[in-house]
């Protein structure tokens, strides 16, 4: 295949011929052969690579009811949200915060909805919410509130419907060629599952890195963390960071396992000053989401402490030499990584990058996130074609842009 008319690095115009391996195997002006795409003068990327995911959240929150801060603002909106439907049947309600209707547990829910199961997720990911309905059907007693209960529930609550196939279709029109799936322990028979979709895919514990997850109230000492990280060596961690103390017991833990090139951070919620250097002595990339403290600011301002802020560090990790990229972390984020790099050049808390840096985020391969890739002869033909040059792009940053994705020479959109 050749694409004629592009612009490559900054020059147009430039001609890219793909080989019959998928792999680009010549880039010149007024290569010989048949023009099969006319680029038009517009910009030729390597594809998006979203660097943390979670592939089978995401594809569940299409079919769930959504009672975010976002989508539903009173007790009354939450109340006929979960209301929807049809009676006796399962309610999946997603991204849920205390600011809509305050704490939640069996009791709260029984005086909303008792005729149907109705299970309501957090918006952290890490806590689900139960009527009696739904823990009677599912054999379940207590309070109605399950802490990281998401591997036993997967085996004791029917499924909701997947479609994977269009998760795949709209993350191919926002640009996006490969993903990290960053679940803390995959279900057997993911990565076969999640095979539909047409972009490359890396399931954290299944290929590096291995994905450690970090709870305040069941913290190991970092002796007990550097024993684990022991136990995966050589093999790199991502180590899973929201809070002041995680990162403490992480950096004492992998200074005392040995760093490994591949280790990252992931989240870096809060990253105090002081700690900046030690996470680049050690080699640290992190891997964090710049567009959390656009989305939920108003309850990061009220929930979290003064001296934690700025949250989700960009500028200064970059500006101190600390190898850096993004996810979107979706479902618990937006899955669009342009609206992404909107809010990491957008931010108003001395963190914001410029928009070259906020695309690099999500031009990094799986095994170095934060070096962005470039195009060259041999390398993989996973492109995104945008419909303008790339400085009109990068004024936008949007998805709109995109005009046609490749994953190893083979369109997958539009």
């Not at 004629?4 to 998928?22: K, L, S």
């Not at 599912?138 to 909701?160: M, N």
Request: hydrophobic share 40%.
């Amino acid at each position: 295949m050749l694409i004629r008319n592009v612009e490559v690095e900054g020059y147009a115009p430039a001609d890219v011929r793909i080989g019959a391996d998928g792999r680009i195997s010549e880039i010149g002006r007024h290569l010989a052969g048949e023009s099969q795409v006319d680029g038009g003068g517009g910009a030729l990327l390597p594809g998006l690579h979203d660097h943390h995911v979670h592939l089978m959240a995401l594809a569940a929150d299409a079919a769930s009811v959504h009672v975010g801060p976002a989508d539903v603002r009173t007790p009354d909106g939450f109340a006929q949200a979960l209301r929807s439907g049809s009676p006796g049947e399962w309610v999946r309600a997603v991204g849920y915060h205390e600011s809509v209707a305050g704490n939640l547990d069996r009791s709260a829910l029984d005086a909303i909805v008792a005729d149907r199961p109705v299970r309501v997720q957090h918006r952290s990911g890490a806590m689900w919410f139960l009527n009696t309905a739904a823990l009677r059907a599912a054999g379940l007693d207590g309070d109605g509130r399950l802490w990281r209960e998401d591997e036993r529930l997967r085996h004791l609550i029917p499924p909701v419907r997947l479609d994977l196939a269009a998760l795949g279709r709209r993350a191919a029109r926002l640009g996006v060629t490969g993903f990290t799936n960053a679940d803390p322990r995959p279900a057997s028979g993911l990565r076969r599952t999640l095979s539909v979709l047409p972009q490359r895919l890396t399931v954290m514990g299944v290929d590096s890195p291995d994905k450690i997850m970090l709870d305040d109230a069941t913290l190991p000492t970092p002796g007990e963390l550097a024993a684990v990280v022991r136990e995966v060596r050589p093999r790199p961690v991502a180590v899973h960071c929201v809070t002041r103390v995680q990162l403490l017991v992480t950096l004492l833990a992998v200074q005392e396992a040995g760093p490994v090139t591949g280790d990252r951070v992931e989240h870096g919620a809060v990253i105090p000053a002081e700690t900046v250097p030690w996470i680049r002595r050690l080699g640290l990339t992190v891997v964090t989401q710049p567009h959390f403290p656009v989305e939920r600011g108003r309850q990061y301002a009220t929930e979290v402490p003064p001296d934690d802020h700025p949250l989700y560090r960009c500028r200064s990790l970059a500006e101190a030499d600390i190898p850096l990229a993004a996810g979107t972390d979706a479902p618990y984020g937006t899955d669009d990584p342009w609206a992404v790099m909107r809010a990491a050049v957008g931010r108003e808390d001395g963190e914001g990058v410029t928009p070259e840096a906020a695309l690099g985020f999500f031009l990094g391969t799986p095994e170095q996130p934060a070096r962005a890739r470039r195009l060259s002869v041999g390398a993989p033909a996973d492109l995104c074609l945008l419909h303008v040059p790339l400085r009109e792009a990068l004024h936008v940053l949007s998805a709109e842009t995109v005009r046609a994705v490749y994953v190893g020479g083979r369109q997958i959109a539009p």
